[in-house]
């Protein structure tokens, strides 16, 4: 991979979703370049990049975090990140991403309708944080996707503001973990660390510009903003793999 005006654009834009919504740039950011590189070249550049954004996003909001639940989301977290950065190392994930995108995509619709009827915030089972927690590790291992965290934070979290601080909590844990198995493993390396210095000015502007916008939609609106692109990045987990088995 090398920096380019497809990469630049790539980063600036999944961090203005990234600013608006408090995830959802991997997703963006790897539908952009799915088409163009290996998910093993682009997990690793987000890691990087994505620090900062994250820090940002935990200090903004720092005194809504959910403490008590952040933490256990970090530790069921860090279950499953080890088996999948391995797999990410080994072998084809297409299927597993099919398979995720359609239960992001079931979820986000649940919660989107529930908003528009304007239901409450529920607390899941305990069965279903730790089936969630496991497998939103599987998933963020394997490709830095974050969307079924953001499906169970959405659906327990009063604002959003909780729901981003609670998230950057999570997700920082959750950098911290694969930057030490990915540099271990050799997913990450010079390369890929030069072309990060390269892009970390695109993803400030694009994070700012994205935290400005988010103070100008009011809270059900960002909510149904949320649970949109939930929707959304579910679909776009289906339509590229699909597209890729396809060939």
């Known amino acids: 991979m090398q920096f380019d005006l497809w990469l630049a654009a790539g980063v600036f834009l999944s961090y203005i979703?990234?600013?608006?919504?408090?995830?959802?740039?991997?997703?963006?950011?790897s539908s952009i370049m799915a088409f163009h590189?290996?998910?093993?070249?682009?997990?690793?550049?987000?890691?990087?990049?994505?620090?900062?954004?994250?820090?940002?996003?935990?200090?903004?909001?720092?005194?809504?975090?959910?403490?008590k639940e952040a933490l256990l989301l970090a530790s069921l977290v860090i279950a499953g990140i080890i088996p999948g950065a391995l797999l990410l190392k080994s072998g084809d994930t297409h299927g597993i991403k099919l398979l995720f995108g359609g239960v992001v995509?079931?979820?986000?619709?649940?919660?989107?309708?529930?908003?528009?009827?304007?239901?409450?915030?529920?607390?899941?089972?305990?069965?279903?944080?730790?089936?969630?927690?496991?497998?939103?590790g599987l998933m963020v291992g394997l490709f830095g996707i974050g969307a079924l965290l953001a499906v169970y934070v959405g659906r327990t979290a009063a604002n959003s503001a909780e729901f981003k601080g609670t998230l950057a909590v999570v997700f920082l844990v959750d950098n911290a973990t694969r930057l030490t198995l990915y540099t271990a493993t050799g997913i990450l390396n010079a390369?890929?660390?030069?072309?990060?210095?390269?892009?970390l000015p695109l993803m400030l502007a694009g994070l700012l510009l994205g935290m400005w916008l988010a103070?100008?939609?009011?809270?059900?609106?960002?909510?149904?903003?949320?649970?949109?692109?939930?929707?959304?990045?579910?679909?776009?987990?289906?339509?590229?793999?699909?597209?890729?088995l396809i060939r």
């Not at 979703?17 to 950011?29: D, E, P, R, W, Y």
């Not at 890929?192 to 892009?199: E, G, T, Y």
């Open 191 to 199: 390369q890929v660390l030069r072309l990060a210095v390269l892009c």
């Open 105 to 136: 995509v079931a979820l986000g619709l649940e919660m989107l309708v529930g908003e528009i009827r304007g239901c409450a915030p529920k607390k899941p089972h305990p069965a279903a944080l730790l089936a969630v927690g496991i497998a939103a």
């Open 37 to 67: 590189v290996d998910n093993v070249d682009i997990s690793p550049l987000d890691l990087v990049i994505g620090i900062p954004a994250n820090l940002c996003q935990f200090w903004r909001n720092r005194r809504n975090i959910r403490k």
């Open 17 to 29: 979703i990234k600013g608006m919504c408090g995830f959802a740039n991997t997703l963006v950011f």
């Open 215 to 244: 103070r100008y939609v009011n809270e059900h609106r960002a909510k149904l903003l949320v649970d949109g692109f939930l929707v959304l990045s579910g679909v776009s987990l289906l339509a590229t793999n699909l597209a890729r």
